[in-house]
């Protein structure tokens, strides 16, 4: 096809990038949207059953830290656009094996960008963009007395996920000061929605439910996150690609900060209610267990640069993503129950083993 623009996204198979691939298939018809994932344990490519065979999509399976692989992508697809969200996302992971966080997040975007480099320097970068996705834990931890993060807060971050996504922050505004590559950098709050990783808290928690198997909560439960719904980032997604300042920052959040216990409390009530059980009944599920190492104690964004620059505002009213969330993770037991299947099963009894 004879294609507007060309854009790689890593990480398409994953929770947020199957998002934003499925936004941009089915909303730009003109572009062509290639999708570059390793299919690691995160990522599926049944989270985009519905948009594979459109003629505008390609699905490349490879590593962003393969330099030659990744230089057959670019060249050979002439693409403009990157949209970087492959990385390595569960700080519980990170705890375990730091190097591979640092070989995913840092040389994969470095190799990203090397390469892009290579490839979009000598043509002049005018129309490129390379739009690296990360989050807010670079900022380190708030304390509870109502302070935000915004752009200028300084980075600090405290797990070898945090550390790992800051630096590669660091390298995609190196390369736009050194090089003068188009860079743009976003740093969101925790996502939630379908497709998500039953490791992470809201999935693995409705699963457990479901199945009446104990809830995990780390420490007395008091942490705070600042919650969207997945939609509602791929929306700014799109937005800050196309009409977002070059070389800068845009944080976005939920405005929706929730305690993780009265988060546990309404995911329960809900889980409860669609099962047909009475609300409540499965709160003798939660278990509290030994803290996680480093805990950051509170995230919560100021997004109001996004909002007054570009006019976006996130569209759903938590009690109502929750609902949807939860009403999805139901009707697909058997999304949940083939991601979880084979190595995970281990993973999580080697996870929580002792830890009660
Ligand atoms: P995810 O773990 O669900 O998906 C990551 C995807 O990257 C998977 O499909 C995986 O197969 C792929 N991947 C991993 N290593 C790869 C490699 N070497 N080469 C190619 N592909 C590889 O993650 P997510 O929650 O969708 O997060 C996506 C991005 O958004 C990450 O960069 C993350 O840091 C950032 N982010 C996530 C959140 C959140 O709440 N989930 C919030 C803010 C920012
Ligand atoms: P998580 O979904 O892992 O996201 P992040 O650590 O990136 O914020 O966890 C969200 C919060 O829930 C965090 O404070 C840790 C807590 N948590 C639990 O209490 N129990 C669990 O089993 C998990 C996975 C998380």
Partial sequence: MNAKRTILITGGAGFIGSHVVRLFVNKYPDYRIINLDKLTYAGNLA??????????????????????????????????????????????????????????????????????????????????????????????????????????????????????KASSDHFVRAYHDTYGMPTLVTNCSNNYGPYQFPEKLIPLFINNIRHRKPLPVYGKGEN???????????????????????????????????????????????TDRLLGRPEGVDEDLITFVTDRKGHDLRYAIDSSKLERELGWRP????????????????????????????????YYEDMYKGRG
């Fill in 47 to 164: 989270n985009l059953k519905d948009i594979e065979d459109k003629p505008n999509y390609a699905f490349v399976k490879g590593d962003i830290c393969d330099y030659e692989g990744v230089r057959e992508i670019i060249a050979r697809n002439r693409v403009d656009g990157i949209i970087h969200l492959a990385a390595e996302s569960h700080v519980d992971r990170s705890i375990k094996d730091p190097f591979l966080f640092a070989r995913t997040n840092v040389l994969g975007t470095l190799t990203l960008l090397q390469v892009a480099r290579e490839y979009w320097e000598p043509v002049g970068w005018e129309g490129k963009r390379f739009y690296h996705i990360s989050t807010d834990e670079v900022y380190g931890s708030l304390e509870f007395d109502g302070s935000l993060f915004t752009e200028e807060t300084k980075y600090q971050p405290h797990s070898p996920y945090s550390a790992a």
């Fill in 224 to 270: 705070v996150r600042d919650w969207l719904y997945v939609e509602d980032h791929a929306r700014a997604i799109d937005l800050i690609f196309h009409e977002g300042r070059v070389a800068e920052t845009y944080n976005i959040g939920g405005s929706n900060e929730w305690r993780n216990i009265d988060l546990i409390r309404l995911t329960i009530r809900t």
């Fill in 315 to 346: 569209s759903l009213q938590f009690e109502e993503g929750i609902e949807k969330t939860v009403r999805w993770y139901l009707d697909n037991q058997e999304w949940l129950d083939n991601v979880t299947s084979g190595d995970y099963q281990k």
